[in-house]
């Protein structure tokens, strides 16, 4: 899951299989066929989604790293005395 794969473990057919399965794709067919949007329109929302998404990655570049104790913040939850002698 990452571009670096070689694939080796599915064949092309399955690859191209499930390419056609896309819901990406399979939606936006959908949408054009019924005429719910233009191809121009969808080509503006995914325009804005990737701005946006470059975004985060740049708020998530700059932003400083965590402390270390941040990793178990909000996991668990203080249990209360009568359960813990249980």
């Known amino acids: 899951h990452f571009e670096g794969d070689p694939t080796i473990y599915r064949s092309k057919e399955e ?23 233009t191809e121009k329109e969808l080509k503006d929302i995914e325009a804005r ?7 985060a990655v740049r708020f998530a570049e700059e932003s400083p790293y965590p402390k270390e104790e941040a990793a178990v913040e909000d996991v668990y939850t203080d249990i209360v005395e009568e359960v813990r002698v249980r």
């Open 15 to 37: 690859v191209e299989e499930w390419l056609a399965k896309d819901p990406i794709l399979r939606l936006s067919k959908h949408i054009l066929d019924n005429d719910v949007a």
């Open 49 to 55: 989604i990737v701005e946006e998404v470059e975004e």
